[in-house]
């Protein structure tokens, strides 16, 4: 339900796939199935350029805790997991 109308007639529209970190943190505990192998990893809230308060939460492969900020920009890779799954993941835009 949108939450400026109230209308429930919401539809899919493309987005650019760019984004800003609105937050993040580090994770070390293995309690997120698939994410094991990847120990500590970082977990970012990003919200998308196209709307305020647009936000996907993923993660941060390959970054460096250091190279991290808040208002750092991003933009989509996608991850095949398996046939039937694909992840969207995040790389830093520099």
């Known amino acids: 339900m949108c939450n400026a ?7 899919f529209e493309p987005v650019s796939g760019r ?3 609105y937050s993040f943190s580090v994770m070390y505990q ?12 970082l977990n970012i809230l990003v919200e998308l350029e ?7 939460v993923s993660d941060l492969p ?15 890779s996608f991850e095949d997991v398996d046939a039937e799954l694909t992840l969207p993941k995040f790389r830093l835009l520099v």
């Open 5 to 11: 109308c109230h209308s429930a007639a919401l539809t």
């Open 19 to 21: 984004g800003t970190i």
């Open 50 to 56: 196209e709307q305020s308060q647009l936000f996907l």
């Open 30 to 41: 293995p309690n997120v199935a698939g994410f094991g192998d990847e120990l500590p990893y």
């Open 62 to 76: 390959g970054a460096q805790r250091e190279q991290v900020r808040v208002g750092g920009k991003v933009e989509v």
